[in-house]
């Protein structure tokens, strides 16, 4: 799997998207979320893939296993790189998200890797407790979801980079662990509980890290990317 930083694409029009990409001269991998995708549907991953840059498609799917099952089999046909569940769905949801994907990729291409988003990393732990009456600890929710979408054949999850190094141990350096709640020294936070730096990242065994708003929302996002890139390094 390309570790190049993922860049969080998210934007709510095509417009505003070129406008984004055209000012980097190499190829990418970007992250097209919920708000892109449904302002402006399929159309706008072929025409990003056509640019010759990786997609993570991050529609962050949650429903019965069969619904889930036949909308993957649909979504495997735009030949993205990345593509994402949520593990709260439950393993025979997961299990479902992955059989719609083998039968929809196309003969000849990649199935997407998938994975399964564990705990949001807008979420702390008081938060999970009161809302989610998860009586454990985060770090043993988000350990539990790994381990049950690494038994229904997933490729990886989605998850903080605090809790990357204890999947690693449970799941091994092979199993993906995308990142995202990442921000360079002193900036903001934004509604993000669980951030880190590109450099801790990387030495806690994540694989991917994802970035929005320290990228997009750049002074010079092109500067703020080879920032992001350097410090963080590659993992593999
Ligand atoms: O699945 C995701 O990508 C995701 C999961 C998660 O737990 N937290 C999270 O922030 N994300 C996404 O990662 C991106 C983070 O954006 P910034 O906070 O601007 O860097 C957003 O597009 C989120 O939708």
């Not at 998200?97 to 564990?118: D, F, H, K, S, Y």
């Not at 809302?131 to 979408?149: F, G, K, P, R």
Request: a negative charge; one cysteine or more.
């Amino acid at each position: 799997m390309n570790t190049q930083p993922i860049i969080a694409l998210d934007f709510s029009s095509k417009k505003e998207v070129f406008a984004f990409l055209t000012q980097f001269n190499e190829p990418l991998f970007v992250k097209v979320g919920m708000e892109l995708y449904l302002q402006e549907g399929p159309s706008i991953i072929k025409e990003i893939k056509a640019m010759g840059h990786a997609i993570f498609l991050d529609l962050k799917l949650h429903d019965i296993p069969n619904t889930v099952k036949s909308a993957m089999r649909g979504l495997a046909k735009l030949g993205v790189d990345l593509i994402n569940v949520h593990a709260a769905g439950g393993s025979r949801m997961m299990t479902a998200a992955l059989e719609g994907l083998e039968e929809g990729t196309v003969a000849g291409q990649r199935r997407p890797a998938l994975i399964a988003v564990t705990q949001l990393t807008s979420t702390t732990e008081e938060q999970m407790q009161q809302e989610q009456n998860i009586m454990t600890s985060l770090d043993a929710s988000v350990i539990n979801y790994a381990i049950l979408a690494k038994n229904a054949g997933l490729d990886g999850v989605v998850c903080s980079v605090l809790e990357a190094h204890d999947i690693e141990k449970a799941c091994g350096k092979a199993f993906l662990k995308v990142t995202p709640g990442i921000r360079l020294v002193g900036g903001e936070a934004h509604d993000q509980k669980r951030v880190a730096t590109p450099n801790f990242a990387k030495e806690q065994g994540a694989t991917q890290i994802v970035v929005g708003r320290a990228i997009v929302q750049a002074e010079n996002p092109v500067v703020a990317y080879h920032t992001v890139e350097q410090l963080w390094g590659g993992n593999q």
